[in-house]
């Protein structure tokens, strides 16, 4: 009380005027990636000069200039093709736009790139063999010769890339920005080092648009995957049963799981679901210790393992078999577990099928005949091996 | 009669004023305590872009999450304000009525407004970095490759990365991942080359820049393999003279105040 009693009324004014000033501007504006349904309506005029996506950024400085903000934290200066060579930044951070020749590392971005339908027309350079494709587009393409094996993403063939002529690399591997710029190939990194929220991943589509002129098509994307995720919010808000939710695996010693700040987190949560890794924060696919995961497993419902089919995730015995450690958490005991089909990582461009799908794994109460797309529920112990024990009894 | 200009002085130099601001700057913090927990990303590229770039983008475009560094920083302005008005005024009426002991005794009874003028130099300091430094980010070097600093005419080259793995036997999970890291780097300008080696909290100086690990790769001998690489936040920061000379004075000060302390303590034996 006394020290209330020495504030005279003139000097808590003059403090509180800045407080009510600035508390007031903040209530006149509203964030941008809150107004989300918005977004999909944006003409040209209505599009923000400013856009966060995560740690990504846009920002529209002028009709002929761009800058954006790569997963690295580095800044691209976007011009039209035929405006001169800015003076104030580096040739390297220069792309020309819109890009006509692009060489993506990752599935995620090619996914991308299709989202905003410049795939068949831009994309030149991949670095994943054409037998492990599951687009049609980049088939064809690699089969025409018009879109070229790179070579792994480890040990690219430089020659090869330069040969492809690309306009722009997207590419999740920095270490490989030195080189690009003696060859004069401007490097936007599409990977950061948190995980990707549900919000950036939403809206990632949005960060690459302006390299191809293509934010109207960027925002009819993000407009679909937001009444996706209204839909979830809506059938699922009814649910009384909360299942728990486990996402990772164990590879030899190594614990890897999608942190609570990843999109898959914050989806379990909006999907009335709990997230066993919730409280863990950082990358994608990040490591933990063992005993974290196999607490976590206790008693969890559901197991989602980065393993696809042909990396040995056929059945729960068989993650059983391949780590004995894991053989008794939850899932695989009593609950479910399921692996994502070879195509569920190219698919990025299908989101909002994805998102739904995991809701309808989540709450199938409110799903009923969903059939599954981009992931396959384990069964108890491999067809093969029922098979044969069937065979012993007879 | 008072004038107005001494009335609004009498204002600022309150102590009322300060447990004001202090209990605003308490209840300001707590709000961004929040808002950077929620909102990290937001705040991240204040190290790079500058105050006044980073205020026009991010800051603007979301005041209900930035609003409370806005609020922080007049308050902070108004703090310093209100701590020079204050010492100031003290330090006048030290000067007024110098008293017996002559300019040693006074320089005593100075300190800890010298320390009061050292914070006030520390923010100014502070404010100075997020106004004025330039900062070339995320630059990666990898083995051989170099990098021209901008109108300067240096070039920095990597020449090899050093990495310690851990390879304790107590915390398994960390068996063969980087613990430590040493860049070598090659530093050459028009009057000759030189080496330096760069580590996490060890920033290299060279031409009136700063050399700043911020990444580096790879991380560990298990996993994926990935290409060597450091990433670098090159950086030239004329704050940074401002808050040492503020450290020095507060330094200063606080000597001049333990000195006095002990003064006084043998004179009361």
């Known amino acids: 009380m006394r020290m209330f009693n020495i504030l005279r009324p003139g000097d808590c004014i003059l403090a509180m005027a800045a407080l009510i000033i600035l508390l007031t501007a903040a209530g006149c504006n509203n964030d941008p990636s809150a107004t989300s349904s918005a977004a999909g309506k944006n003409t040209d005029k209505e599009r923000p000069a400013f856009l966060q996506i995560g740690e990504f950024a846009v920002n529209r400085i002028s009709p002929e200039r761009t800058e954006v903000r790569d997963g690295a934290g580095r800044t691209l200066v976007l011009i039209p093709r035929e405006a001169p060579m800015p003076t104030d930044c580096a040739p390297s951070q220069v792309v020309r736009v819109p890009v006509r020749r692009v060489a993506a590392y990752g599935a995620f971005d090619v996914a991308v790139l299709r989202a905003l339908g410049v795939l068949e027309q831009t994309l030149v350079g991949v670095t994943t063999p054409k037998e492990r494709w599951h687009v049609p587009d980049v088939k064809r393409g690699m089969e025409s010769g018009r879109i070229a094996f790179l070579g792994d993403a480890a040990s690219i063939d430089y020659e090869r890339l330069k040969q492809s002529e690309p306009e722009l690399v997207l590419t999740w591997d920095p270490s490989i920005i030195p080189l690009m710029d003696d060859l004069h190939i401007p490097v936007a990194v599409t990977t950061t080092p948190q995980a990707m929220c549900l919000n950036a991943r939403m809206r990632f589509v949005q960060f690459l648009a302006p390299f191809f002129h293509k934010e109207p098509e960027a925002d009819a994307f993000f407009a679909r995957i937001d009444a996706a995720l209204r839909d979830i919010r809506a059938r699922t808000a009814g649910a009384t049963r909360q299942p728990k939710v486990m996402w990772g695996d164990i590879y030899e010693k190594r614990v890897m799981v999608e942190p609570g700040n990843a999109w898959v987190g914050e989806l379990v949560g909006l999907a009335q679901s709990n997230y066993q890794f919730e409280d863990v924060f950082g990358t994608s696919c990040i490591e933990i210790t063992v005993e974290r995961f196999l607490y976590s497993g206790q008693d969890a419902d559901i197991f989602f393992t980065y393993r696809s089919r042909d990396m040995g995730a056929t059945s729960k015995a068989a993650l059983a078999r391949l780590n004995p450690l894991i053989k008794d958490i939850a899932p695989l005991k009593n609950g479910r577990a399921y692996a994502p089909l070879p195509h569920y990582s190219q698919s990025a461009d299908k989101l909002d099928e994805i998102l739904t799908e995991i809701s309808a794994i989540l709450h199938p109460e409110f799903y009923p005949d969903y059939q599954l797309h981009y992931f396959a529920e384990l069964p108890d112990v491999d067809p093969v091996a029922v098979k044969e024990k069937s065979h012993d009894h007879i | ?269």
């Open chain 2, 1 to 269: 009669m008072k004038t107005v200009s001494a009335r609004l002085w009498n204002r600022l130099s309150s102590i009322n004023l300060t447990v004001a601001l202090c209990l605003l700057l308490t209840m300001d913090l707590v709000w961004g305590y929040f808002c950077l927990n929620r909102r990290t990303a937001l705040f991240t590229p204040l190290n790079d872009l500058g105050l006044i770039p980073w205020a026009q983008t991010y800051g603007s475009h979301n005041l209900l999450a930035t609003g409370w560094f806005f609020l922080l920083l007049t308050l902070l302005a108004l703090l310093a304000v209100n701590t020079f008005a204050c010492t100031t005024s003290r330090v006048a009426q030290l000067l007024r009525a110098k008293g017996p002991g002559g300019w040693q005794r006074l320089a005593l009874r100075l300190a800890p407004h010298v320390m009061h003028y050292g914070l006030i130099v520390i923010l100014a300091g502070y404010l100075c970095s997020y106004l004025f430094t330039q900062v070339l980010t995320s630059s990666t070097l990898a083995p051989g490759s170099h990098l021209s600093l901008p109108g300067a005419g240096g070039q920095v080259q990597l020449l090899a990365v050093e990495p310690e793995y851990y390879q304790g036997e107590r915390l398994a999970f960390w068996k063969n991942e980087v613990i430590a890291l040493r860049a070598r780097l090659l530093l050459s300008d028009n009057t000759g080359q030189r080496e330096a080696f760069l580590s996490c909290n060890r920033p290299v100086r060279f031409q009136g820049y700063s050399l700043h690990l911020i990444d580096f790769a790879p991380k560990s001998l298990n996993g994926m393999k990935m290409k060597t690489r450091i990433d670098l936040h090159v950086r030239k920061d004329p704050g940074v003279a401002l808050y040492l000379a503020g450290m020095a004075l507060f330094s200063l000060g606080l000597i001049l105040y333990f000195y006095q302390w002990i003064v006084h303590r043998e004179a009361h034996r």
